[in-house]
């Protein structure tokens, strides 16, 4: 039998699906449900966050609904969540924008949920994260993951140039690790280090050298001190008078992973979030701790947290702090370990970094403080622009273009002007805290 | 006292044709109203009301995640010591003042040869219009490539000939050169077909008359096709002057905005202020006095289109 269908009848039926959709588009999730929001770049990663939903839904007996992203797009799209009430119960969280999100009233603070549960232990979190995670004197999150700086170093071209490697848990000093990289940049194309040349990776020898972008009660910035300055010429004479690194094409795709990944390069300073990367290297490599400055070797130490969004209230509350507390707990987090990816944020959980290469037991050693050393990565509430106004002028000292006592000259007002609106941003969270 | 009266179109019976003309316009008013809808609700949702909305949010203090709370002219009081504003409008001045009149140059020149009775005009139009068709992202990532100062092609070539090309993207002189030369590359296409069009409209009678007055060739482009070109021309410069002034992709993706802030473009700064540090009033104040700008020059080249546009009719 066929079925004749007019021209209103076709409009009428697009008009319904049309509606249909719409409907399907706004809707919400379903109550009950532990929602989640997450970044995922990658299959391996979504495998990852997929295990723990499973998880979650044995635990917790309900629905587990997780919102993955790819990592690029998270921010913004958690912007959108966040401000039209449509993010889940709970959303991940990078430490970078904890206090960002934390001081305008995004995310709640956690410690009436942390208070009131006697069975939740904060204490297994190591400290670097339960710093990275604190604004103004309370928790906003609960970490996940968590992990200092390392240095990457290529074992075969070490070999061939018949360079002994270095003691993978005595930290190097600085004038060392200047004369193996000068030694090992010697053939063309050849490179004794790489890193990227940003505050990000900067950060690791200012506090290397005992120094910060800003001093301790985050009123005015300290680059213009003569540790910060001492570590920031250090690097850029890398760079610019040593010419030991790859030179800079740009300064959009600088990748020191890419650079070191060509083979050419003998150290790079990174997270150990790139091992499951470097383990596409063509050739041998292992990590050792960060080389030793004035003040010890205090490489950044990084994390994510997950934390509940303000507007989420009453029994949703509830169900919100059961799911971090699942999120973030033993179990879940050594499903983490087992993927390798990053370090779990918990000290009782197991080791994502095992051989081979022999030495990657020491990320966990350097969290725990048995080997080297770490600083948790200090920021602002203000500190996307912090970064941008870093990023806009320290690049040039690399490129040779301006000095480094030029450059910070020129940055020292503005961050201060940038360090006041931070101290406003505090003041603002505490009145409306008020 | 005089006596109050109707007026005669109340008091007289109308005749029916008057009445079915009435009537008859009124349906077609309500046709036309109704075709012009869903633009106009599209334009109420899309256009007047962001810039509405912007006028208000640039009173306010708003942090997009918190209750906004009422600033008054504050905002616009923080352009005046904002050393990064300015510099992001004289960087998009300086884009848009270079950009404008080379675009329109190349995209004129391939139109006046692609007018030349050219065989497979067709084959050549697309060609050169693929520029313009491909995303700004995908030409700005190989333009990087382009760019590189040690192995990129640009200054391969450039060696070939003995020239020691420059570092482009990281050199504070030719940051901005090279993104308006990616650009121009990027858009001379949309302003090719335009003119083309416009090229192919004029009468052949004009040049033939031309010609018999014994015009050269200078003096028939610049006294025929000049002229009969200036409408579009017109909406070319209208167009790209708008488009430019509003530059944001190629910048963000190729330089980022640097090196140190030489690339720094006023709606990246806007995006910056709003999306990045939240800062929502500020961002607004921005776009209002980008708007601003934008509505003065467009103004100032309507008023000069009556002197210098010619239209046929």
Same mark, same amino acid.
């Given at each position: 039998?066929?079925?004749?269908?007019?021209?209103?009848?076709?409009?009428?039926?697009?008009?319904?699906?049309?509606?249909?959709?719409?409907?399907?588009?706004?809707?919400?999730?379903?109550?009950?449900?532990?929602?989640?929001?997450?970044?995922?770049?990658?299959?391996?990663?979504?495998?990852?966050?997929?295990?723990?939903?499973?998880?979650?839904?044995?635990?917790?007996?309900?629905?587990?609904?997780?919102?993955?992203?790819?990592?690029?797009?998270?921010?913004?799209?958690?912007?959108?969540?966040?401000?039209?009430?449509?993010?889940?119960?709970?959303?991940?969280?990078?430490?970078?924008?904890?206090?960002?999100?934390?001081?305008?009233?995004?995310?709640?603070?956690?410690?009436?949920?942390?208070?009131?549960?006697?069975?939740?232990?904060?204490?297994?979190?190591?400290?670097?994260?339960?710093?990275?995670?604190?604004?103004?004197?309370?928790?906003?999150?609960?970490?996940?993951?968590?992990?200092?700086?390392?240095?990457?170093?290529?074992?075969?071209?070490?070999?061939?140039?018949?360079?002994?490697?270095?003691?993978?848990?005595?930290?190097?000093?600085?004038?060392?690790?200047?004369?193996?990289?000068?030694?090992?940049?010697?053939?063309?194309?050849?490179?004794?280090?790489?890193?990227?040349?940003?505050?990000?990776?900067?950060?690791?020898?200012?506090?290397?050298?005992?120094?910060?972008?800003?001093?301790?009660?985050?009123?005015?910035?300290?680059?213009?001190?003569?540790?910060?300055?001492?570590?920031?010429?250090?690097?850029?004479?890398?760079?610019?008078?040593?010419?030991?690194?790859?030179?800079?094409?740009?300064?959009?795709?600088?990748?020191?992973?890419?650079?070191?990944?060509?083979?050419?390069?003998?150290?790079?300073?990174?997270?150990?979030?790139?091992?499951?990367?470097?383990?596409?290297?063509?050739?041998?490599?292992?990590?050792?701790?960060?080389? !030793? %400055?004035?003040?010890?070797?205090?490489?950044?130490? *990084? $994390? @994510?947290? #997950?934390?509940? =969004?303000?507007?989420?209230? +009453?029994?949703?509350?509830?169900?919100?702090?059961?799911?971090?507390?699942?999120?973030?707990?033993?179990?879940?987090?050594?499903?983490?370990?087992? !993927? %390798?990816?990053?370090?779990?944020?918990?000290?009782? *959980? $197991? @080791?994502? #970094?095992?051989? =081979?290469?022999?030495?990657? +037991?020491?990320?966990?050693?350097?969290?725990?403080?048995?080997?080297?050393?770490?600083?948790?990565?200090?920021?602002?509430?203000?500190?996307?622009?912090?970064?941008?106004?870093?990023?806009?002028?320290?690049?040039?000292?690399?490129?040779?273009?301006?000095?480094?006592?030029?450059?910070?000259?020129?940055?020292?007002?503005?961050?201060?002007?940038?360090?006041?609106?931070?101290?406003?941003?505090?003041?603002?969270?505490?009145?409306?805290?008020? | 006292?005089?006596?109050?009266?109707?007026?005669?179109?109340?008091?007289?019976?109308?005749?029916?044709?008057?009445?079915?003309?009435?009537?008859?316009?009124?349906?077609?008013?309500?046709?036309?109203?109704?075709?012009?809808?869903?633009?106009?609700?599209?334009?109420?949702?899309?256009?007047?009301?962001?810039?509405?909305?912007?006028?208000?949010?640039?009173?306010?203090?708003?942090?997009?995640?918190?209750?906004?709370?009422?600033?008054?002219?504050?905002?616009?009081?923080?352009?005046?010591?904002?050393?990064?504003?300015?510099?992001?409008?004289?960087?998009?001045?300086?884009?848009?003042?270079?950009?404008?009149?080379?675009?329109?140059?190349?995209?004129?020149?391939?139109?006046?040869?692609?007018?030349?009775?050219?065989?497979?005009?067709?084959?050549?139009?697309?060609?050169?219009?693929?520029?313009?068709?491909?995303?700004?992202?995908?030409?700005?990532?190989?333009?990087?490539?382009?760019?590189?100062?040690?192995?990129?092609?640009?200054?391969?070539?450039?060696?070939?000939?003995?020239?020691?090309?420059?570092?482009?993207?990281?050199?504070?002189?030719?940051?901005?050169?090279?993104?308006?030369?990616?650009?121009?590359?990027?858009?001379?296409?949309?302003?090719?077909?335009?003119?083309?069009?416009?090229?192919?409209?004029?009468?052949?009678?004009?040049?033939?008359?031309?010609?018999?007055?014994?015009?050269?060739?200078?003096?028939?482009?610049?006294?025929?096709?000049?002229?009969?070109?200036?409408?579009?021309?017109?909406?070319?410069?209208?167009?790209?002057?708008?488009?430019?002034?509003?530059?944001?992709?190629?910048?963000?993706?190729?330089?980022?905005?640097?090196?140190?802030?030489?690339?720094?473009?006023?709606?990246?700064?806007?995006?910056?202020?709003?999306?990045?540090?939240?800062?929502?009033?500020?961002?607004?104040?921005?776009?209002?006095?980008?708007?601003?700008?934008?509505?003065?020059?467009?103004?100032?080249?309507?008023?000069?289109?009556?002197?210098?546009?010619?239209?046929?009719?």
């Amino acid at each position: 039998m066929s079925i004749e269908l007019s021209r209103r009848s076709i409009l009428k039926l697009t008009g319904l699906a049309g509606l249909g959709a719409a409907v399907t588009g706004c809707s919400t999730t379903p109550s009950g449900a532990a929602t989640w929001s997450m970044w995922s770049s990658s299959p391996a990663e979504r495998k990852v966050w997929d295990a723990f939903s499973q998880y979650v839904e044995q635990q917790l007996k309900v629905e587990s609904i997780p919102t993955l992203t790819p990592s690029s797009g998270y921010p913004t799209k958690l912007d959108l969540q966040l401000v039209s009430g449509t993010a889940g119960l709970v959303t991940a969280v990078n430490g970078l924008l904890l206090q960002t999100y934390g001081a305008r009233g995004a995310h709640r603070p956690l410690n009436d949920l942390i208070a009131a549960d006697p069975d939740f232990d904060l204490d297994d979190f190591y400290p670097a994260i339960r710093k990275i995670a604190t604004f103004n004197g309370q928790t906003y999150g609960i970490g996940f993951d968590v992990a200092p700086t390392v240095l990457y170093y290529n074992k075969t071209l070490l070999q061939k140039q018949g360079i002994a490697p270095p003691s993978p848990t005595e930290p190097m000093s600085w004038a060392t690790f200047r004369e193996l990289a000068i030694e090992l940049s010697g053939p063309a194309d050849q490179y004794g280090f790489t890193c990227a040349p940003a505050i990000d990776d900067l950060v690791s020898w200012i506090y290397s050298a005992g120094g910060n972008v800003m001093n301790a009660e985050q009123t005015v910035s300290t680059l213009d001190a003569p540790e910060a300055l001492q570590a920031i010429q250090f690097v850029v004479d890398l760079f610019v008078k040593d010419k030991v690194t790859p030179p800079i094409t740009n300064l959009v795709t600088e990748s020191a992973l890419a650079n070191f990944l060509e083979g050419n390069v003998a150290f790079m300073q990174n997270g150990p979030w790139q091992v499951v990367n470097a383990r596409k290297a063509e050739f041998d490599w292992d990590v050792m701790v960060f080389p !030793a %400055g004035p003040a010890g070797s205090l490489p950044r130490v *990084s $994390g @994510s947290t #997950f934390a509940i =969004p303000s507007a989420v209230e +009453g029994e949703e509350l509830d169900l919100a702090w059961k799911l971090v507390k699942t999120l973030t707990s033993t179990g879940a987090l050594d499903i983490y370990a087992e !993927a %390798g990816r990053n370090n779990p944020a918990r000290m009782s *959980s $197991g @080791s994502a #970094f095992k051989p =081979p290469p022999d030495n990657l +037991g020491i990320v966990q050693q350097i969290l725990a403080g048995k080997v080297g050393g770490g600083h948790p990565f200090d920021v602002t509430t203000n500190w996307n622009q912090v970064k941008q106004l870093l990023g806009q002028d320290l690049p040039r000292t690399f490129l040779g273009q301006v000095s480094v006592a030029e450059v910070v000259d020129g940055l020292k007002p503005r961050l201060d002007v940038l360090m006041q609106q931070h101290q406003d941003n505090i003041r603002q969270a505490e009145a409306r805290k008020g | 006292m005089a006596v109050d009266t109707l007026p005669a179109t109340l008091t007289t019976p109308q005749p029916p044709q008057r009445v079915a003309r009435r009537k008859n316009r009124n349906r077609e008013t309500l046709t036309a109203w109704l075709f012009l809808l869903p633009s106009l609700i599209g334009f109420l949702i899309f256009t007047a009301g962001p810039v509405v909305a912007a006028g208000v949010i640039s009173l306010l203090n708003w942090n997009l995640f918190s209750a906004p709370t009422w600033a008054g002219l504050k905002n616009f009081a923080r352009l005046g010591p904002d050393p990064t504003f300015w510099s992001a409008l004289g960087n998009t001045a300086y884009f848009t003042f270079v950009s404008v009149p080379v675009t329109i140059l190349v995209s004129l020149a391939l139109a006046l040869l692609l007018n030349q009775g050219l065989r497979r005009i067709a084959v050549f139009r697309s060609l050169l219009l693929l520029p313009y068709a491909t995303i700004t992202v995908a030409v700005a990532f190989v333009w990087i490539w382009l760019y590189i100062p040690h192995d990129g092609l640009i200054n391969a070539v450039l060696g070939l000939v003995g020239i020691n090309g420059p570092a482009w993207l990281i050199d504070d002189n030719w940051a901005m050169p090279a993104l308006i030369a990616m650009s121009v590359w990027k858009s001379f296409g949309f302003g090719m077909v335009v003119f083309l069009a416009g090229l192919q409209a004029i009468p052949q009678q004009l040049y033939e008359a031309a010609k018999v007055d014994g015009s050269s060739t200078w003096q028939s482009f610049r006294n025929v096709t000049l002229p009969m070109l200036s409408p579009a021309l017109f909406f070319v410069v209208v167009t790209s002057i708008i488009g430019s002034f509003q530059v944001f992709d190629q910048a963000l993706i190729m330089t980022n905005g640097g090196p140190g802030s030489r690339t720094t473009t006023l709606v990246m700064y806007i995006y910056r202020t709003g999306f990045e540090n939240y800062d929502q009033g500020y961002a607004a104040a921005q776009s209002l006095v980008l708007f601003g700008f934008i509505a003065v020059i467009t103004a100032v080249q309507f008023l000069l289109q009556r002197r210098l546009v010619h239209y046929d009719n």
